[in-house]
T-cell receptor
Framework: EPEVTQTPSHQVTQMGQEVILRCVPISNHLYFYWYRQILGQKVEFLVSFYNNEISEKSEIFDDQFSVERPDGSNFTLKIRSTKLEDSAMYFC??????????????FGPGTRLTVT | TQLLEQSPQFLSIQEGENLTVYCNSSSVFSSLQWYRQEPGEGPVLLVTVVTGGEVKKLKRLTFQFGDARKDSSLHITAAQPGDTGLYLCAGELNYGQNFVFGPGTRLSVLP
């Protein structure tokens, strides 16, 4: 069964460093998302991406964040200068194939980002 | 204030018991999804409900979407220890937008 994959599973970085989190969405899906979950808190939306551009973003997704789909398969989240409060699980999700609109959204296993 | 409320926040029951958890909002959703999440893992999709009043069954789990599409419930029959986990509901206000997550119900089923 197709699944969303994410790498790395765990990333440790120093405050102020740049990190890139990678996701491979389900093949032929059209919508891509990044969410984060701070330990013990609820899942929060960061950004959605459709048709090679950002379609929606939350207040969390400030100028330090950017997303890219460089090669038609990978979907990346970059944090330019990490802060301690960026420590969280980051989840990628994808949905909907061109064959028809689908409501189901599938999540990857997450990347645990630890900023020290 | 949270767009989606879930209750109860915690639930601990014995194996074999039945339970219902709730997801409530004052907003109308185009679709609502239920997920189960294990510690350190991503949410796993259980079901999507789209039509007001819709009922979906997944083995011992029964999901219902409210008539007004503002709320939903998850009923588990004869709970088993393997049902233990964090149950999340997530609503989508308009198709293609992001999903807003509730805080979750943490279920513990004791053998």
């Amino acid at each position: 069964e197709p699944e969303v994959t994410q790498t790395p599973s765990h990333q440790v970085t120093q405050m102020g460093q740049e990190v890139i989190l990678r996701c491979v969405p389900i093949s032929n899906h059209l919508y891509f998302y990044w969410y984060r979950q701070i330990l013990g808190q609820k899942v929060e939306f960061l950004v959605s991406f459709y048709n090679n551009e950002i379609s929606e973003k939350s207040e969390i997704f400030d100028d330090q964040f950017s997303v890219e789909r460089p090669d038609g398969s990978n979907f990346t989240l970059k944090i330019r200068s990490t802060k301690l409060e960026d420590s969280a699980m980051y989840f990628c999700a994808s949905r909907s194939s061109p064959s028809g609109l689908s409501y189901e959204q599938y999540f990857g296993p997450g990347t645990r980002l630890t900023v020290t | 204030t949270q767009l989606l409320e879930q209750s109860p926040q915690f639930l601990s029951i014995q194996e074999g018991e039945n339970l219902t958890v709730y997801c409530n909002s004052s907003s109308v959703f185009s679709s609502l999804q239920w997920y189960r999440q294990e510690p350190g893992e991503g949410p796993v999709l259980l079901v999507t409900v789209v039509t007001g009043g819709e009922v979906k069954k997944l083995k011992r789990l029964t999901f219902q979407f409210g008539d007004a599409r503002k709320d939903s419930s998850l009923h588990i029959t004869a709970a088993q220890p393997g049902d233990t986990g964090l149950y999340l509901c997530a609503g989508e206000l308009n198709y293609g937008q992001n999903f807003v997550f509730g805080p979750g119900t943490r279920l513990s089923v004791l053998p």
